[in-house]
């Protein structure tokens, strides 16, 4: 009795195995890796549910989070959920964050690649790139890297509230919180 029972397990695992392979030949996996073209910050960002960080403005790229899984084979129609919420860049703005989602088509792709990377484009625009190339690279399908307009970064300095940045540079003093000077 015993060992027809271990038969049928070991047939029961033999089978699932064989299903996990055969699916596995279907998907692959990718990391995910942001890209901002936009002055708002990205407090999160989320691809079919899964996920993917976050990204400061006019930045990303570099970074990556594991992992999505998706069709070894692209096909017309191939789309894909993204939600992010977004708030304002300056440290002193307002940090409420605003949700946004759409549905977005997946770019045409001949081969599975190693990184999906998401392209946060002005007007809400996403696009979605497999790819094992990075972008600025010669070679990569998608938009070029994010670039912040001349000026961004000293324009958000110079309008901050008078002492804004003052608060930052207190002295530390371990197992404390920084104290006035």
Known sequence: MTLRLFKALGLAAGLALTGCSQAEETTATASMSAYNHTADYIHQY??????GGNSRAYGGGG???CCIIYPRQWHEGLSATVRWSTSDTAPYGSPEETWHEKM???ERYERPANTLNVHFLPGNEVRLV???YV????SYPGPPPPVAPEGFWEDIEKNAPPGFY???N???VPGQMPVDK
């Open 104 to 106: 977005v088509s997946i």
């Open 170 to 172: 207190k002295p530390y």
């Open 130 to 132: 497999f790819s094992d």
């Open 63 to 65: 970074s990556f989070v």
């Open 135 to 138: 972008s600025g690279h010669p």
């Open 166 to 168: 003052e608060q930052f």
């Open 46 to 51: 989320y691809i079919n549910g899964q996920w």
